[in-house]
């Protein structure tokens, strides 16, 4: 029988083998189902970010501090804040954080992220943006924090894919997923086509945008 490899793994394959706590953080995430990124998809971005060399990040959608963590490891002379509504997941990062000893380089904030004040994270611009966090509300969150991106910065959204779903039909696709799934086709259509940003849409992991700001 020929063993089918794909992409993703052949490239999980390569990867530097990771340490104790990243495994542990990750053995979390699937044994509690809270989404983080994949292999493929948190060493694109990390490598991009190595490239661009942000001095600040803005991460909507903190989950258990797994890709925050993973960026400031990467970038030990970046910042990052990012924001988490739910308070097991943001008290779990919390935790995670300390741990890493990274305090000193993470800020998190425990809010809605619509709702969050704008005063809370104001001062000096930032120089990047990632998006992961309730896929249907992009365009919301990208309207509300791209003001805060400085010229030249870059916003990453993931899971652009849905694993798939955005390929499906409507009548294809369970009622409750449906509204999400419009949105989220909305908002790559409507930020591919905007005057203010240079973007590009990624077949990587569950697909990754990336809009650069003029």
């Known amino acids: 029988m020929t063993t089918i490899i794909t992409y993703d793994s052949y490239i999980?394959?390569?990867?530097?083998?990771?340490?104790?706590?990243?495994?542990?953080?990750?053995?979390?995430?699937?044994?509690?189902?809270?989404?983080?990124?994949d292999s493929s998809a948190i060493e694109t971005l990390l490598g991009l970010l190595s490239i661009q060399k942000p001095d600040r990040i803005l991460e909507i959608g903190s989950a258990i501090g797994y890709?925050?963590?993973?960026?400031?490891?990467?970038?030990?002379?970046?910042?990052?804040?990012?924001?988490?509504?739910?308070?097991?997941?943001?008290?779990?990062?919390?935790?995670?954080?300390?741990?890493?000893?990274?305090?000193?380089?993470?800020q998190i904030i425990e809010a809605d992220a619509l709702l969050l004040e704008s005063e809370l994270i104001a001062g000096e611009p930032y120089n990047a943006l990632f998006i992961d966090a309730a896929k249907g509300q992009y365009k919301r969150?990208?309207?509300?924090?791209?003001?805060f991106?400085?010229?030249?910065?870059?916003?990453?959204?993931?899971n652009m894919f849905l694993h798939g779903m955005v390929l499906r039909d409507d009548k294809e696709l369970p009622r409750r997923k449906r509204t999400m799934v419009r949105n989220l086709k909305s908002f790559t259509r409507w930020v591919l086509n905007h005057p203010d940003y240079v973007t590009s849409l990624f077949p990587l992991g569950d697909g990754i945008l990336i809009a650069i700001k003029k």
Request: charged letters at 30%; aromatic letters at 10%; a negative charge.
């Open 149 to 158: 991106i400085s010229s030249g910065g870059v916003i990453y959204c993931d």
């Open 141 to 147: 969150f990208f309207e509300k924090y791209s003001p």
């Open 12 to 37: 999980a394959g390569l990867l530097k083998e990771k340490n104790s706590f990243i495994i542990e953080m990750e053995e979390y995430a699937e044994k509690h189902h809270v989404p983080i990124m």
């Open 67 to 106: 890709s925050a963590i993973r960026m400031a490891q990467s970038l030990p002379d970046t910042f990052i804040t990012t924001i988490e509504r739910d308070q097991e997941r943001y008290l779990k990062a919390v935790d995670y954080i300390e741990a890493a000893d990274l305090s000193n380089r993470i």
